[in-house]
Nanobody, 117 residues
Framework: QVQLVESGGGLVRPGGSLKLSCAASGFDFSRSTMSWARQPPGKIFEWLSDIEKDSSDTTYAAFVKGRFTISRDNAKSTLYLEMNDLKPEDTGRYYC??????????RGQGTQVTVSS
């Protein structure tokens, strides 16, 4: 079955950086668009970014464009999200999704990111 395991979250100061990983298994990762979304505390999910199966195209939410970079390594079946210039409002639980962002799609358990001084 599809398994997605996020890692790399943690506590970081404003302006800091983190790189999240999502290890995928149970499906042909190289044939799947992938996406990242987050859920801030007490709020609904926010889509962050998509990447095509061959990395030919990436898209970003306006509020992370220029700060976050999505990438993937199909040989390792791993999705990444590099996050720079983190702000307190970036605090939340970060999830990778198989396919484009939809709550009907499979996702992992998430990894917590807390941005605080």
């Amino acid at each position: 079955q599809v398994q997605l395991v996020e890692s790399g979250g943690g506590l970081v100061r404003p302006g800091g950086s983190l790189k999240l990983s999502c290890a995928a298994s149970g499906f042909d990762f190289s044939r799947s668009t992938m996406s990242w979304a987050r859920q801030p505390p007490g709020k609904i999910f926010e889509w962050l970014s998509d990447i095509e199966k061959d990395s030919s195209d990436t898209t970003y939410a306006a509020f992370v464009k220029g700060r976050f970079t999505i990438s993937r390594d199909n040989a390792k079946s791993t999705l990444y999200l590099e996050m720079n210039d983190l702000k307190p409002e970036d605090t939340g639980r970060y999830y990778c999704f198989k396919g484009r962002f939809s709550l009907r799609n499979e996702r992992g358990q998430g990894t917590q990111v807390t941005v605080s001084s």
